[in-house]
């Protein structure tokens, strides 16, 4: 089934820091209450709508306030997430969407501006877009424990980052990558990173 707009509008509400929420609600307060009502005074129609709008305009902002709490100890959740991993084998045992959410985190604490994608399920694609310096990174993440990443995924993720005119595409798994992805990732803007590289990358971060 596919996924409505509200759903993916509510997921990135949550995904984004619970303070954002808290700017948006008041915007829209603010716009409501005010801006609203001052833009249509002497409209004939708008005018009486913006005017019925604004009596309610503290409802409508709460419900724009809502995410936060989700937000906010998500966003907890995710630190926590990073800063209990001790070995490759606590990170094998988390969930595609834990493991994702780890991830986001570690690149996050590198100085990146980190959009998490809320559309896709396990093994969906893009997973993470990470922007920094002007440059736009493209990540998929693979919670293959034993099993190896082959050519095949590494060559579509290219493709992807071609087509999105991409800085570079990360690959990350908690298992390995087969001879033919390595080769084929070789001179090319991607990086292949493996268990081992992945628990070194989410070490270097904690605090």
């Not at 959740?77 to 969407?97: P, V």
Request: net charge positive; aromatic share 14%.
């Amino acid at each position: 089934m596919p996924r409505r707009r509200n759903d993916d509008f509510l997921d990135l509400m949550i995904l984004l820091p619970w303070w954002f929420s808290v700017v948006f609600a008041l915007l829209v307060y603010l716009g409501v209450e005010y801006l609203f009502p001052w833009l249509f005074a002497n409209h004939p129609y708008f005018g009486p709508f913006a005017q019925g709008l604004s009596q309610i305009s503290y409802m409508i902002g709460l419900v724009f306030l809502l995410p936060t709490f989700p937000s906010y100890f998500l966003g907890r959740k995710k630190k926590k997430l990073l800063e209990t991993q001790r070995s490759l084998h606590t990170i094998r045992q988390l969930s595609w969407r834990e493991l994702e959410y780890l991830v986001a985190e570690a690149y996050r604490r590198q100085g990146y501006a980190v959009e998490e994608n809320t559309s896709t399920g396990a093994d969906g694609g893009v997973d993470i877009c990470l922007r920094k310096a002007g440059q736009t990174h493209l990540v998929q993440c693979k919670q293959w424990k034993f099993q190896k990443v082959g050519v095949k995924i590494v060559r579509e993720m290219f493709g992807i980052m071609t087509a999105e005119q991409a800085a570079t595409v990360k690959i990350v798994s908690c298992g390995y990558y087969t001879p033919e992805a390595i080769a084929f990732a070789q001179g090319k803007p991607i990086e292949l990173i493996d268990g081992p590289l992945l628990l070194k990358m989410v070490s270097s971060v904690q605090r």
